[in-house]
């Protein structure tokens, strides 16, 4: 948990002039949410997670957001646990997975989505989201964000998804929403 807390400290100071570099290298936006979709979804709990080999990430987004991901997969552990990056071009494509990241231009389908992932124990990670009652962690664009990354919807985390759990020591640089 520390290691999580830590990792996620020294992404935000990275965040800070965002146009800046790390080790001489751009980082792009693409970059920095996939490290808060790993991040972050180590701070959340399934049903019956020993039973789980490898954690499955959907990608509800841009080629850019999935190949991040997919570049991490190999590089990174989830909990510990290898994970497996899976492109949705379209809602109506989406399969069982445990974390679900839903890009900006995919928020006009929040409600589908919704729908045809209620009851499951799928974390959902959306990017700007703007429909607070559809959100569970949403991350926040850059002219939304401030000094505030992300926000935490821990009302609708509780109604949309029962089976997932969460641990309660968030980062401090975050809003929380309901």
Same mark, same amino acid.
């Given at each position: 948990m520390? *290691?999580?807390l830590?990792?996620? +400290?020294? !992404?935000?100071? %990275?965040?800070?002039? %965002? ?6 290298? %751009?980082?792009?936006?693409? =970059?920095?949410?996939s ?7 180590g701070? +959340? ?6 039973? @789980?080999d ?9 080629? %850019? ?8 997969s190999?590089l ?11 492109? +949705?071009?379209?809602?109506?494509d989406l ?6 990241? #839903?890009?900006?231009?995919k928020?006009?389908?929040? *409600? ?5 992932l209620?009851g499951?124990?799928? !974390?959902? #990670?959306?990017?700007?989201? /703007?429909?607070?009652? +559809?959100? /569970?962690?949403?991350l926040?664009? /850059?002219?939304?964000?401030g000094e505030?990354?992300f926000?935490?919807n821990?009302?609708?985390i509780?109604?949309l998804c029962k &089976? @997932?759990?969460?641990?309660?020591a =968030?980062? &401090?640089?975050? *809003?929380?929403?309901?």
């Amino acid at each position: 948990m520390k *290691r999580i807390l830590k990792k996620l +400290f020294l !992404l935000l100071l %990275a965040v800070l002039p %965002a146009t800046e570099s790390i080790s001489g290298q %751009a980082v792009t936006e693409e =970059w920095l949410k996939s490290e808060y979709t790993v991040l972050l979804s180590g701070y +959340f709990s399934w049903p019956e997670e020993e039973d @789980i080999d490898t954690f499955s990430v959907g990608v509800l987004s841009s080629q %850019a957001i999935y190949s991040q991901l997919s570049l991490k997969s190999e590089l990174q552990k989830l909990k510990s646990k290898p994970f497996r990056v899976i492109y +949705f071009k379209k809602p109506g494509d989406l399969v069982s997975v445990n974390i679900l990241y #839903i890009g900006e231009k995919k928020n006009k389908s929040i *409600r589908k989505i919704y729908n045809r992932l209620e009851g499951q124990p799928v !974390l959902r #990670i959306t990017d700007s989201c /703007m429909e607070n009652e +559809f959100t /569970m962690v949403n991350l926040l664009g /850059m002219s939304l964000a401030g000094e505030k990354p992300f926000e935490i919807n821990k009302t609708k985390i509780d109604l949309l998804c029962k &089976h @997932i759990k969460y641990e309660n020591a =968030w980062p &401090h640089s975050f *809003r929380i929403t309901s």
